[in-house]
């Protein structure tokens, strides 16, 4: 696996998480209205700080792993982008995720994101898979993956339980 550096966008950075980055995180994941489809529901701070220790040791490891996303304008954080190992009917996939503070959403930035950690999959991991899953209600995630050109493979029950579109991009 190829360490992941900055990856840099015309308007953001993607790097991995820092021992700073825990506030904004914490406001990222613990926002109700940001985690709607999450799996988990928002984040505690002890949670938070959990995950945000566990994406900074898989990154120092050259792991897959969510980075932060920094606004060059602002040089604040965010977001989140990046990778979750998933087991999808006994196959090892890699799926991407993307989430945005509420300011920062309706501007394409997700899409920027996503993109920019699509091709780091493709050309620098040398992966010709990438999945999303994505709660077949959540409209706004399933036009970010289409943009990236990710196709709806197929609806299935996530955890037997959430309904979720697999969406697979393909090099």
Not at 47 to 70: D, G, H, R, W
């Amino acid at each position: 696996m190829n360490d992941i550096t900055d990856i840099k966008t015309e308007r953001l950075i993607l790097r991995p998480f820092q021992n700073g980055d825990f506030e904004k995180a914490y406001q990222l994941f613990s926002d109700p209205i940001v985690m709607r489809f999450s799996l988990n529901g928002p984040y505690s701070a002890e949670k938070c700080k959990k995950f945000i220790e566990q994406c900074m040791l898989k990154s120092k490891n050259n792991e897959p792993s969510l980075l932060a996303v920094i606004d060059k304008k602002s040089n604040q954080l965010i977001g989140s982008c990046g990778f979750f190992p998933q087991t999808i009917q006994g196959m090892a996939e890699l799926e991407l995720g993307y989430r945005l503070l509420t300011d920062f959403w309706g501007k394409g930035l997700a899409t920027e994101a996503a993109m920019a950690m699509k091709s780091h999959a493709f050309n620098e991991m040398g992966l010709t898979r990438l999945i999303s899953l994505i709660e077949t209600e959540n409209i706004a995630s399933v036009r970010v993956a289409e943009k990236n050109d990710f196709k709806l493979e197929k609806e299935m029950l996530y955890d037997g339980r959430i309904a979720v579109g697999l969406y697979v991009a393909i090099r």
